[in-house]
């Protein structure tokens, strides 16, 4: 996984509840951070603010979630 985060220019991270409570999920945005990947966050279905990874908190997010999760 992580030859293929090193080869790529951006990363596609899609966000819920299962992406954001992933230890995988967490590793990879990790790994993109550290090496310092453009990070696109799609959001998918909402999550509270404070459990979103930091390297993706700073970040302007997609929202792909439609209106019932605004």
Do not use: H
């Amino acid at each position: 996984m992580l030859g293929f985060i090193r080869e790529t220019d951006a990363i596609v991270f899609i966000v819920s509840p299962n992406s954001i409570s992933s230890p995988v999920c967490v590793w990879e945005v990790e790994q993109v951070a550290a090496l310092n990947k453009r990070l696109a966050p799609i959001v998918l279905a909402r999550v509270p603010d404070d459990r979103i990874p930091e390297a993706i908190a700073k970040i302007n997010y997609l929202f792909f979630d439609g209106p019932e999760g605004l």
